[in-house]
Nanobody, 120 residues
């Protein structure tokens, strides 16, 4: 069984930094794109950033220049470094990955979500 486990959320003051991580585990044959989405209070879930297996990245306009996505393919882990955080970044952050489990077809997996709160 494949699962994604996030860690690293919490409370941070405006202007501060936080890093969240997401590790995939289980009977994994291959992982293609990995990414981070977020859902703020009363808002729809939106893409924050994603990264291909080859390392090509894509960011939402609202986080460009402040957030950095990276991955360690040897650890099946994706990271999101968040700098210059703003109150509007407050949300539950979800990890997403396109995974091919051993003996199965590729499909999307989601983590359980980690809360990031930016407040003074």
């Amino acid at each position: 069984q494949v699962q994604l486990v996030e860690s690293g959320g919490g409370l941070v003051q405006p202007g501060g930094s936080l890093r969240v991580s997401c590790a995939a585990s289980g009977r994994i044959f291959n992982i293609n794109n990995m990414g981070w989405y977020r859902q703020g209070p009363g808002k729809q879930r939106e893409l924050v950033a994603d990264i291909t297996r080859g390392g090509r990245t894509n960011y939402a306009d609202s986080v460009k220049g402040r957030f950095t996505i990276s991955r360690d393919t040897t650890k099946n882990t994706v990271y999101l470094q968040m700098n210059s955080l703003k109150p509007e970044d407050t949300a539950v952050y979800y990890c997403n990955a396109m995974i091919t489990p051993r003996g199965e077809y590729e499909h999307a997996y989601w983590g359980q979500g980690t809360q990031v709160t930016v407040s003074s």
